[in-house]
Each structure stands twice: as C-alpha cells, then as structure tokens.
C-alpha cells in the first residue's frame, strides 16, 4: 500500500503551520512557506504521492510568493484583482455600498 496525500490532510497541516506562526507575539509565515516549498518539492520528486493534490509547480509557486510577501493579503488581493485589500474594499464599497456587516460597524 502507498501513501497519498488528499486535501484534508494538506488543510490539517497548513492550519498547523498557521498555529505555530500565530504562537509569537506578531503572526509570522514561515512555517506556511516552509510547508508550500515541501509540498512543492515532493509533488515535484513524488507526483504519484500527491495525483489527488490539483495544484500544479506554477500554483505552488504563486502561493509561495504571496505568502512570502510583506503583507501576504494583500499579495494575494493584487494578483487576483489588482489592487491591494484596502483599494478592493474601497472599490466594492463604490460600486454596491457597504454590506451587512460594514453597515452594523458604522452604526
């Protein structure tokens, strides 16, 4: 019997690694880059382990940058939208008002 990697196991892992980033007193993400390059590595030495994991090198990569990144939020926010959370926000608040929770915080 071989092993295989499914998507729960890498969920449990990567929000283990969050646990121990969150530990300090400022959140930090090296165990989550850690753990992407691992990953990264392993699909890339053993594809058989991981042929249930859809995300491909390419994938991998742009995570592992986003992550690695100063404020990895907002990494994440300009490579999808192209504007960083703040900007975004500002952007949907433009187009269809603020929602329902944004209107109880303002109230």
């Known amino acids: ?56 090198q390419k994938q991998f990569d742009n995570l592992i940058n986003c992550w690695s990144a100063p404020n990895p939020r907002d990494a994440f926010y300009m490579s999808v939208f192209g504007r960083t959370y703040a900007d975004q926000k500002a952007h949907e608040i433009k187009l269809y008002g603020l929602d329902k929770e944004e209107r109880k915080q303002s109230a």
Do not use: C
């Open 1 to 56: 019997m071989t092993f295989n990697y499914t998507k729960e196991m890498m969920w449990q892992e990567f929000e283990d690694a969050t646990k121990k980033d969150q530990k300090g007193k400022k959140e930090k993400y090296d165990n989550r880059i850690k753990f992407l390059k691992e990953m990264k590595q392993l699909k890339k030495d053993n594809p058989s382990v991981m042929r249930d994991i859809s995300i491909n």
